[in-house]
T-cell receptor
Framework: DTGVSQDPRHKITKRGQNVTFRCDPISEHNRLYWYRQTLGQGPEFLTYFQNEAQLEKSRLLSDRFSAERPKGSFSTLEIQRTEQGDSAMYLC?????????????FGPGTRLLVL | AQSVAQPEDQVNVAEGNPLTVKCTYSVSGNPYLFWYVQYPNRGLQFLLKYITGDNLVKGSYGFEAEFNKSQTSFHLKKPSALVSDSALYFCAVTTIKAAGNKLTFGGGTRVLVKP
């Protein structure tokens, strides 16, 4: 079991640029989540997928953010026209939802710094 | 709405002494409760969870947590702390009503175990 992986681990960009992050979940996990964690805070839910369907989006996910999970495998999170307020750690998690409250396993995160 | 409070920003404990990290929650309905640990520049590692049944839950690395419904608490405990337990600890809650069982996290408690 290789765990959840995320790429890149770090990203520095200039305000106004677009960035894209990738998440590879644990194989056979049907749910994939994105969370955002700012310095000194707990993670906040952004969105989740059940297989390839995006079923819930937080109000934190402005129209500059888009997420996809083609074929129900890996997922990408794109931020367009980045702002300094987007600087945060972006965490991906996956779970196999076959019952009540399956454990979500987190990746190492992508730390974004917008200059 | 679901929420989690971790009233202590930091807990200091001497190595070998008992460690307690406090967590209280607020949900509508039955809670599913989780503890995660985060080391510097890393993602979250799952420690334990409560879904139903025995109020005392045992988890990884010698940690345990006690669910108290009347006090809406889920405190994390370890009988004898190690220096390597120094990290950031997060309590999280979800319910069967939450879309995708999305997690709501507390603000985190930093644990410092001194030799």
């Amino acid at each position: 079991d290789t765990g959840v992986s995320q790429d890149p681990r770090h990203k520095i960009t200039k305000r106004g640029q677009n960035v894209t992050f990738r998440c590879d979940p644990i194989s056979e996990h049907n749910r994939l989540y994105w969370y955002r964690q700012t310095l000194g805070q707990g993670p906040e839910f952004l969105t989740y997928f059940q297989n390839e369907a995006q079923l819930e989006k937080s109000r934190l996910l402005s129209d500059r953010f888009s997420a996809e999970r083609p074929k129900g495998s890996f997922s990408t999170l794109e931020i367009q026209r980045t702002e300094q307020g987007d600087s945060a750690m972006y965490l991906c998690a996956s779970s196999f939802e076959g019952g009540r409250a399956a454990t979500q396993y987190f990746g190492p995160g992508t730390r974004l710094l917008v200059l | 709405a679901q929420s989690v409070a971790q009233p202590e920003d930091q807990v200091n404990v001497a190595e070998g002494n008992p460690l307690t990290v406090k967590c209280t929650y607020s949900v509508s309905g039955n809670p599913y409760l989780f503890w995660y640990v985060q080391y510097p520049n890393r993602g979250l590692q799952f420690l334990l969870k409560y879904i139903t049944g025995d109020n005392l839950v045992k988890g990884s690395y010698g940690f345990e947590a006690e669910f108290n419904k009347s006090q809406t608490s889920f405190h994390l405990k370890k009988p004898s702390a190690l220096v390597s337990d120094s990290a950031l600890y997060f309590c999280a809650v979800t319910t069967i009503k939450a879309a995708g069982n999305k997690l709501t996290f507390g603000g985190g408690t930093r644990v410092l175990v001194k030799p």
